[in-house]
């Protein structure tokens, strides 16, 4: 009888282990690095599926939304609906499986954009897993919580492999990326170039910029998340009525949350002109663009070029060191004079007062205007024009480029260039959100319920029961012991286990005035306290009562640290797949485990709060209104502010950018300005930054209190272009890497930050080279090539339990409530008038030489 007891305990046991395994089987299916499983084909070549590109133009960064673009083949004569599933696992070794739903055309190769978040910790050498279903619409087969959202169950398995990401791969790396739609480059190339192929910089400059060029209109994404790895989008060639519904659409998007669309007007068949497409139109500059042909090219030299030197040891004449072509045509935009303050500032014009550079402000971002045709060939054999002379005054950079062509520059400069150290600015985010207090105090009961317990069971129980000669009952005092210190370790536990729902957050808000809408982003690590799952869901209460199903497409994903080092390095023994709706993921269910979840929400919308805004001068019948003041004031701008945030600010620092500098090329070089010649590092626009003094509220700027520009701004402030360090402790956008909040602020200038430079024996003042791996898309640099007022700080305190991004959270039960603590930086930008660089023509005569004669090499 024993031995049928023991015979169906083994049984059972081995029941138990056969589900294991086959569970575990099943969830393996699921896992990103799951094996190829060929049996579970049940359609063999009815659908051949390959991955034709990761990344915008083939370039991906790790930590970022990337657009993948998957070709199918039908090899069946039927059409039929299928859902795709590219499977990539987070931090916690849980599985994301994007997902996105389609018709197939038989007989034809169609492409198909899936959406995806890369870990930190991909790279080339990833195999990922590619499923595609037949999409099983008769609601006759098992619910399948990973097909939910598509409105279908995955039927029958169609395709099912690994495929190799190296192929589909021109680079991944976190460095900053430029995409360039067209085959002409038109110099955008030099911030592509590093001194060695390894280094982690360009040689007078920080984080180095990938240049994705040779674009089609085909490669463009149709999401906006799409395109969120580039700072800018320059479109030199192509045709715009190219573009589909939904590339257009995404496009838009894209610029509205901060991207920067430049537009290189062709010299011939201007179709930016006539452009029918709605949605692109509305954001072109309000301009008429005058055709001007067979214009000189030399008065426009300051523009493209500094090949200006002066010879005899800088006492010589002026000589131009190359030779330009003789005509182009020049596209004048004028700006129209039904205008609003926005939609036409001038950027750049030449030197006879014609705009040939405009901008039209578009939510967060803008679209930019060449009316230069910087692509042509005769000026591309000349290696024109030179980017840190042209496209730093429109994208907002600084620092001299190396001619990648130039051997004798790379041998100067490679020899002790790279002895420097790189700093992260964003790498210890994951320490700002970090949730520490809680597990603090259960490892410290932890090691006093031990400690407790193995005294008293242990010496203290023994000596007790020894003095009253009781010994014998040892077993009895350890049982005892045992069973109240586990009592003890139980209570104590679940008195310190959270009961509700919280998010500890870090989140930065972007607001343009007189733009109607925000951008915001926020990390956060989300605390839910229970077993089973959670669906967060990005969206206004609007929005939520909708579905979230709305024109924009906001996004939440996981999130890990930047740094490997701080947590998110251990992965759940029960790894569960969740699904992501790929091409609109403002929704995620993961699993949870009472533990903590790290995420990332974008939103764009409405107001999501009142920040900053002009008020009125008690008793002034005046508009509010920020502007500059009249000629010989104190202080270059006028206008009081005022906030209505939930909690004051702190670290209030006020930029002023009354412009660019001028562009002047004759005279003695110490009179030229702007030029990488004559310096290297600096900054191509008259800013200075301002800190708020707040001593008399505690440090806090609060709410309603007036905040007057012309007493902020006033005297010469500090000029950001001679910055060195932050040693002084005022906050500097320079590279070295003081406080995090510090590093905070400065993320919305850091293109701007001080580039290293060079003494004769390389030997170099700033060795830091800056870098960043999570945060590319929060730089305001490009502010920077147009007069504005931003103020930047960081709320936090009193009333700061709130959140900027708006969001639900629903668990089994239902919706739940949030706790919330965090921190918020704002950053606000308030237009000026604008006021481009005045631009002189190399060929006026040299004062200091002969003013009759003309500069040598030039014409």
Same mark, same amino acid.
């Given at each position: 009888m024993a031995w049928n007891a023991l015979r169906g305990l083994w049984r059972w046991v081995g029941g138990v282990a056969l589900a294991a395994s086959q569970a575990g089987a099943q969830v393996d299916l699921l896992r990103e690095d799951a094996p190829p499983d060929a049996s579970s084909i049940q359609a063999v070549g009815e659908i051949e599926a390959s991955i034709d590109q990761i990344g915008l133009g083939g370039m991906a960064r790790p930590g970022d939304w990337t657009p993948i673009r998957i070709i199918l083949e039908e090899n069946t004569e039927r059409q039929r609906e299928v859902i795709i599933r590219l499977l990539i696992d987070d931090v916690d070794g849980d599985t994301a499986a994007y997902m996105t739903r389609l018709s197939t055309n038989p007989g034809m190769r169609q492409p198909v954009w899936l959406y995806a978040r890369l870990p930190f910790t991909f790279d080339s050498g990833r195999n990922l897993a590619l499923s595609v279903f037949e999409a099983d619409d008769s609601g006759s087969g098992p619910s399948d919580p990973l097909a939910d959202d598509l409105g279908a169950t995955l039927g029958r398995v169609l395709f099912n492999r690994r495929l190799s990401a190296s192929g589909t791969l021109r680079r991944i790396s976190t460095d900053g990326l430029i995409a360039v739609v067209g085959q002409r480059e038109a110099g955008l190339g030099a911030y592509g170039w590093r001194t060695r192929s390894a280094a982690d910089w360009p040689p007078f400059g920080h984080e180095p910029t990938d240049v994705a060029n040779g674009l089609t209109v085909e490669d463009l994404p149709d999401r906006w998340y799409g395109y969120s790895t580039a700072s800018a989008l320059v479109w030199t060639d192509g045709s715009p009525s190219e573009l589909g519904l939904e590339q257009a659409r995404a496009l838009r998007e894209w610029v509205e949350r901060g991207g920067h669309l430049v537009i290189v007007l062709p010299e011939v068949g201007q179709e930016w002109q006539?452009?029918?497409?709605? @949605?692109?139109?509305?954001?072109?500059?309000? &301009?008429?663009?005058?055709?001007?042909?067979?214009?000189?090219?030399?008065?426009?030299?300051?523009?493209?070029?500094?090949? $200006? &030197?002066?010879?005899?040891?800088?006492?010589?004449?002026?000589?131009?060191? @190359?030779?330009?072509?003789?005509?182009?045509?020049?596209?004048?935009?004028?700006?129209?004079? @039904?205008?609003?303050?926005?939609?036409?500032?001038?950027?750049?014009? +030449?030197? !006879?007062?014609?705009?040939?550079?405009?901008?039209?402000?578009?939510?967060?971002?803008?679209?930019?205007?060449?009316?230069?045709?910087?692509?042509?060939?005769?000026?591309?054999?000349?290696? $024109?024009?030179?980017?840190?002379?042209?496209?730093?005054?429109?994208? +907002?950079?600084?620092?001299?480029?190396? !001619?990648?062509?130039?051997?004798?520059?790379?041998?100067?400069?490679e020899v002790n260039v790279n002895a420097r150290s790189v700093y992260v600015y964003d790498d210890d985010l994951g320490e700002e959100i970090a949730k520490s207090g809680r597990s603090a105090t259960g490892v410290l009961l932890g090691l006093i319920v031990f400690a407790g317990y193995w005294l008293v069971a242990g010496p203290v129980s023994f000596f007790v029961l020894k003095q009253r000669s009781m010994h014998r009952h040892a077993w009895l005092a350890f049982v005892v012991a045992g069973g109240a210190f586990t009592a003890l370790a139980w209570g104590g536990a679940w008195v310190i286990r959270p009961k509700s729902l919280s998010l500890t957050h870090l989140s930065f808000v972007d607001h343009v005035y007189g733009q109607r809408e925000q951008r915001t982003r926020t990390i956060g690590s989300l605390l839910v306290p229970e077993y089973g799952e959670a669906t967060v869901r990005v969206g206004s209460e609007a929005e939520l009562e909708a579905g979230g199903r709305t024109a924009r497409t906001h996004l939440v994903t996981a999130w890990e640290p930047p740094s490997s080092g701080v947590g998110g390095t251990g992965r759940f023994p029960d790894a569960r797949a969740y699904p992501v709706d790929a091409r609109s993921p403002d929704a995620i269910t993961f699993p949870t485990r009472a533990t903590v979840k790290q995420i990332q929400m974008d939103w764009y919308g409405g107001l999501a709060w009142r920040s900053i805004r002009p008020v009125s001068s008690e008793g002034s019948d005046e508009a509010p209104t920020v502007s500059i003041a009249p000629p010989g004031s104190l202080s270059p701008v006028q206008g009081i502010v005022q906030h209505n945030l939930p909690a004051p600010l702190t670290k209030v620092l006020v930029i002023w950018v009354g412009g660019q500098r001028a562009l002047y090329l004759t005279g003695s070089r110490s009179a030229v300005t702007g030029t990488k010649n004559s310096e290297p590092g600096t900054l191509l626009a008259d800013a200075r930054f301002y800190f708020v003094d707040l001593t008399q509220t505690d440090g806090e700027w609060l709410a309603g209190d007036d905040l007057d520009l012309s007493t902020v701004v006033r005297g010469t402030g500090t000029p950001i272009l001679s910055l060195r360090s932050l040693g002084t402790g005022a906050l500097t956008p320079a590279p070295t890497p003081g406080t995090r909040d510090e590093r905070l602020l400065n993320l919305a200038l850091f293109s701007l930050l001080d580039p290293p430079t060079f003494s004769t024996g390389l030997a170099s003042n700033n060795p830091i080279a800056a870098h960043r791996k999570a945060t590319h898309d929060l730089d305001l640099s490009r502010w920077f090539t147009q007069p504005c007022v931003m103020i930047l700080g960081i709320m936090e305190g009193e009333g700061a339990d709130t959140c900027p991004t708006p969001f639900a959270v629903s668990t089994g039960g239902g919706p739940r409530t949030v706790r919330i603590e965090g921190r918020t930086v704002l950053r606000w930008i308030y237009p000026l008038p604008d006021n481009p660089p005045e631009v002189n023509n190399p060929? @006026?005569?040299?004062?200091?030489?002969?003013? !009759?004669?003309?500069?040598?090499?030039? +014409?």
């Open positions: 006539s452009v029918s497409n709605a @949605t692109i139109a509305d954001m072109l500059p309000a &301009v008429s663009v005058i055709r001007h042909e067979a214009e000189a090219v030399e008065p426009y030299r300051n523009l493209i070029d500094f090949s $200006l &030197v002066r010879e005899g040891n800088n006492n010589g004449p002026i000589v131009a060191q @190359t030779r330009l072509p003789t005509e182009w045509t020049v596209h004048e935009l004028a700006p129209l004079a @039904t205008a609003e303050p926005g939609e036409a500032e001038r950027i750049l014009q +030449g030197p !006879d007062g014609k705009c040939v550079v405009a901008r039209r402000l578009v939510g967060t971002g803008a679209v930019t205007v060449v009316g230069l045709n910087l692509g042509a060939r005769s000026l591309a054999v000349s290696g $024109l024009p030179h980017a840190d002379v042209f496209w730093h005054r429109v994208l +907002g950079r600084r620092g001299a480029l190396v !001619d990648q062509n130039s051997a004798s520059n790379r041998a100067q400069y060929n @006026t005569p040299d004062p200091e030489t002969d003013p !009759d004669a003309p500069i040598p090499g030039v +014409g």
